[in-house]
């Protein structure tokens, strides 16, 4: 598969995290000749939350992590991941699969395992060959050590073109505290309470709860605010923890929190430059809502359109698509209140087309590989922005050929 | 654009239905060579029911149609359709272009203007050029006969690759009761409360309020099941016309109605055989659901989603896509009480794969151009029915050029 056009231009570097140790390794489940296989032991008195989809056929893991979220990581914990099949609608053998591979790794690594969580990226519904993770972790335990997180980027990748990673760095109080994350994702993406699978590690101090309800707040504001096609995974999980190795408690710092929404959009962000068959970065932009829901059912409508996608994927400034976006959003809307920008070029005001509207001008902004669509609905003053990307010839390509 | 693959092999035969004539013209407002403009005109004492689009962004026509329907046509009416512009978000100007039209028509035909429905369809945001249209009336006017129907069916096309009609006769009582009907729709289908533009024609005896409460309850069973890409019009009208000619009173006829839902689903699912670029007739079936309102969710999102309609588009019979999808969907589902046909071909149920699931023999019936869905959610008594179309190369390059 060809590298994405809206890829960065090289993975970041990211710094090392005190606390936490990852090793990669190959099980051979699907992939040859590749890594498929990560693992993070994290150090006694990480704090670990997360967030996950809200598909009513979840996966063995995203069941079995979110029953464990919250028990305790006192004596430390462990993330293990696996690309190439996603171990979903594998009824009761897929939790006897979980089962056994945390009973595996409490073993080897002298951890509870209720303080091991897994996740599976990949087909769903083949029976997950478990042996084949077990065999490995004798491997992975040994090979454990400080900054390979870039390894490990790339280890949980499926239809990924690049891999993922973020991070910030902040000083507090003379200290130094720092943020990396990592994250796979590119296809049956429109997460809901969560997402892909996003992995964001930090030296920080903070309590589970605290991380808990940080980590869903920014969640509603990033990675629930990309779509690629609508699709829901079973998969999606974001696991974040934090070691609190650096010393500095940041319960109350409201500059954590920024850095780590930062860290949180820049990987969402990566996950829509990866989409599937993307030739365009779009944001959509929706303002004068009467309220906050509105103003997001509006951006997801203009955002998940067929219509409009593969419109921008023509380059054509089609802008008649996205009022009919905003006509069936179930959105409050009024014709000639709404206001529609493609960049700054604005194409419809006043319930028809702009008084100055040029088509060059606008059709020459189109070819610019990111976009932005901006829609004032001139009835309240919510607003919502999300990311999303053009649907193109590739993506039917890669999605009509996917298993075969 | 060649003819869909699913297209019937030739335009049916229409019973003629009195008291309706119909002329069809060029107005040259945006294809060359081809009519684009179609007037049925219906004797006194019809009666005119009609459903049209809920988008909040319809347009003139059909905010005209809305404010007009049961305000009576004791004197006869008039139905005036043009293919090319869809007059929607068009401000102030397109109203004055529908008033402008309906003026002439009045005018011509000696009908109030309250009896006379226009529709537009094509591309939307730009002015209507209604001289183009007025232009044409003394022509129109002038070649008003029975039996070109078919004429009207091609004039009203606009990505359509054919023309869509259908028809019931029935005797009640030893008389001949007849309808006919009409319709165009390709791509922006997924009607909601409404339909693409359909026209159909009776000369059944009904008053306008019995036409009206019926033409409600089967739209909800026939064009209200139907989705090509999610993608709502902001023209979507159906007007159904009952001359009365035949003498025959079918208000408390249910061989009426389902003669008429007949036509309407067979109307509909020409629609959907004509989905842009679309290589497969895909219905899907929700059985065991909690709610009439679930199974319906459940069988959209399935009929909806990108990733299910590009894996049937590939022939692959990717079954976890169909997991994936009842996921989403927002219905109350359990994986343990799910099951999933693809045809008759079981592949999935109790959580996991079928037992004895035979992907080979599963693949060699994708290979159909008619497939089936069925999934059982296993938990109530409701269930759905919808049909829909495979996602296509051709979909994304039909719309990317739409404009250019």
Redesign the interface.
């Known amino acids: 598969m060809k590298k994405s056009p809206l890829a960065p231009d090289s993975f970041p570097e990211l710094p090392i995290i005190k606390g936490v140790q990852f090793a990669t390794g190959q099980t051979g489940i699907k992939y040859i000749d590749r890594e498929d296989i990560m693992l993070a032991k994290l150090s006694p008195e990480t704090t670990i939350s997360g967030v996950f989809?809200s598909?009513?056929?979840?996966s063995a893991s995203v069941l079995d992590c979110q029953s464990k979220i919250g028990l305790g990581t006192e004596q430390g914990a462990a993330i293990l991941v696996n690309a190439g099949n996603?171990n979903?609608?594998?009824?009761?053998?897929?939790q006897a699969s979980v089962n056994r591979i945390c009973e595996a790794l409490s073993l080897k690594l002298g951890l509870p395992s209720s303080a091991i969580f897994t996740s599976s990226t990949g087909?769903?519904?083949?029976?997950l060959p478990d042996h084949k993770i077990t065999n490995c972790i004798d491997d992975l335990k040994n090979t454990l050590h400080d900054g390979s997180i870039e390894n490990a980027a790339k280890a949980i990748m499926t239809t990924d073109t690049f891999s993922k990673g973020s991070s910030a760095t902040l000083d507090i109080d003379g200290k130094r505290v720092s943020i990396s994350g990592i994250a796979k994702g590119s296809?049956?993406i429109?997460p809901?309470m969560a997402t892909m699978l996003v992995y964001i590690f930090t030296d920080a101090k903070i309590g589970q709860i605290n991380l808990q309800k940080l980590l869903i707040k920014l969640n509603n504001r990033t990675f629930n605010c990309i779509t690629v096609?609508?699709?829901?995974?079973?998969s999606d999980s974001l696991i974040c923890a934090a070691t609190g190795a650096s010393g500095v408690d940041v319960s109350k710092s409201s500059r954590f929190s920024k850095s780590l929404e930062k860290v949180m959009l820049d990987l969402a962000q990566q996950v829509v430059r990866d989409g599937e068959g993307a030739t365009k970065f779009i944001t959509v932009n929706v303002a004068g809502a009467a309220s906050n829901k509105d103003a997001h059912k509006v951006a997801m409508a203009i955002a998940?359109?067929?219509?409009v996608k593969?419109?921008i994927?023509?380059e054509?400034p089609?802008?008649?698509?996205v009022?009919?976006?905003?006509?069936?959003?179930g959105?409050?809307?009024?014709?000639?209140h709404?206001s529609i920008w493609f960049g700054s070029h604005l194409v419809?005001e006043?319930?028809?087309?702009a008084k100055n509207y040029k088509e060059a001008s606008t059709a020459k902004y189109m070819k610019q590989s990111a976009l932005s669509i901006h829609v004032d609905l001139g009835i309240g003053s919510s607003f919502s922005t999300v990311w999303t990307c053009d649907?193109?010839?590739d993506?039917?390509?890669i999605?009509?050929?996917?298993?075969?």
Chains 1, 2 share one sequence.
Do not use: C, H
């Not at 009022?323 to 959003?329: E, Q, T």
């Open positions: 989809t598909s009513t056929m979840r996603a979903a609608f594998t009824g009761s053998d897929g087909v769903i519904g083949e029976i296809g049956m429109a809901d096609d609508s699709d829901t995974s079973t998940n359109s067929p219509l593969t419109a994927a023509g054509d089609n802008w008649g698509r009022v009919m976006a905003v006509g069936k959003s959105a409050v809307a009024n014709r000639d709404l419809a006043r319930g028809q087309v649907l193109t010839n993506y039917v390509k999605n009509a050929d996917y298993r075969s």
